[in-house]
């Protein structure tokens, strides 16, 4: 009875928010069923629903809104130099911040590299790769290029990191919603395939 009336409880008062955050919800669950319990879970529900928000707003915002911090929102010229992800990292991390999330930008000595963003509110890391694209922002481009980076963050714990592209592709038909913007991907482990190292 508890989880029907948790259900019927609204998840955010944005539509489109909630919406995206029960679909990526349910999908988190059928595609992780091992990695996605308890508390690594509970604190997984919580950067998503701040990631959703943080999303709506920067969708909605007015181009030269945000000053010099969130110049990288801005509509590209041809042949301007394009914005870096730690632009985007920065203006990420002081919004997470903002919510009351501990959150730590460009972290090194994690999975043999350095994470863009990375929280570690109880005993497991959750980490957020950050990257730009301006050439195929579809889900499986995406994928190919930048999940195995992803994906080595989390050698010693739950698989299930955030990878945040920055879509710098010109938008004719306008922004995408929301839920638009929201993949769950699973990933055969790329390890297994891979030679042992010496």
């Not at 998503?48 to 509509?75: I, M």
Request: proline share 7%.
């Amino acid at each position: 009875m508890w989880q029907a009336h948790q259900a019927r409880e609204p998840v955010d008062e944005i539509p489109a928010i909630a919406t995206a955050y029960r679909k990526t919800h349910a999908d988190l669950r059928q595609q992780c069923p091992d990695g996605y319990t308890g508390q690594f879970a509970t604190d997984i529900d919580r950067i998503l629903l701040h990631l959703l928000r943080f999303l709506d707003l920067r969708l909605n915002e007015t181009q030269k809104f945000g000053g010099d911090a969130r110049k990288y929102l801005r509509r590209l010229k041809k042949d301007e130099v394009k914005p870096l992800e730690k632009e985007m990292g920065r203006d990420l991390r002081d919004f997470l911040r903002g919510q009351g999330l501990r959150v730590e930008l460009e972290v090194n000595n994690i999975g043999a590299g350095r994470v863009d963003i990375a929280r570690r509110p109880h005993d497991e890391l959750i980490t957020l790769e950050l990257t730009r694209d301006w050439a195929n922002p579809s889900w499986d481009a995406s994928t190919k290029a930048f999940l195995p980076q992803a994906i080595s963050y989390q050698v010693n714990g739950p698989p299930l990191n955030f990878l945040v592209v920055l879509d710098l592709t010109d938008k004719p038909n306008g922004l995408a919603s929301v839920p638009a913007c929201v993949h769950v991907r699973t990933a055969p482990a790329l390890l297994a395939t891979q030679d042992p190292a010496p």
